[in-house]
């Protein structure tokens, strides 16, 4: 992770000093559908869409005409939701994400946002509802999962304005984020699907 932090402050550098034209610092905001997944092998451990929000901070430093190099911070809830016969229960996971993305201008006020992304896992919450009531459990420092992990990020966003943007990505985690599962919590993968606005001064 170290590495990946020494790229990222190096490209910030490096792309800073070479911007054609300012560089632009920005607010974003917007909903997670999160889920997760599986491991092979896994399949009896069937998971729904879970909503959460993602929210933060990015920059904007244009390299050439058509390329910016687009880092971010967010805040992001991730997690997924399982039912079964005895009631729901669905897992939150709040991360800090690193994207570090680069958007190409594809036509017009478009453009196509991909690159990796560092993910530091804040907490943990789960609960468990039945007809009767419901139990949760919170775990600031969980034992079980990885503390950090990398992933990639593919989307898009669309200028409304010269500061107001909407967009849509999806990002997968390239690791598990347990390694000791089994056939009740099996090894999985998180995924999201996020939109959202963003706006920069």
């Known amino acids: 992770m170290k590495k990946i932090f020494i790229l990222a402050a190096g490209l910030f550098i490096a792309g800073a000093a070479n911007a054609q034209s300012p560089v632009r610092f920005g607010v974003k905001a917007g909903v997670n559908i999160a889920n997760i997944i599986k491991d092979d092998g896994n399949n009896n451990f069937n998971t729904e869409g879970k909503t959460g929000f993602n929210a933060g901070v990015t920059a904007d430093i244009p390299l050439t005409d058509a390329v910016s190099f687009t ?3 967010l805040f992001s809830q991730k997690g997924y939701k399982l039912t079964n016969n005895f009631g729901e229960y669905s897992q939150t996971t709040n991360f800090i994400d ?9 036509a017009g006020p478009l ?6 992304q560092v993910s530091f896992l804040m907490s ?3 609960k468990f509802e039945t007809g009767y009531g419901s139990v949760e459990d919170v775990n600031d420092n969980s034992d079980k999962f990885k503390k950090s992990l990398l992933g990639g990020v593919i989307g898009a966003r669309y200028g409304l304005t010269e500061n107001l ?3 849509g990505r999806y990002a997968l985690d390239f690791q598990k984020i347990n390694e000791n599962g089994n056939s009740n919590t ?3 993968k ?9 706006y920069k001064f």
């Open 71 to 73: 880092p971010e911070v």
């Open 111 to 116: 453009d196509l946002v991909v690159g990796p």
């Open 165 to 167: 943007d909407i967009h």
């Open 186 to 188: 099996p090894e999985f």
């Open 98 to 106: 690193i994207p570090i993305l680069a958007s190409v201008r594809l």
């Open 190 to 198: 998180n995924q999201v699907w996020s939109f959202g606005l963003g």
């Open 124 to 126: 943990t919450k789960n």
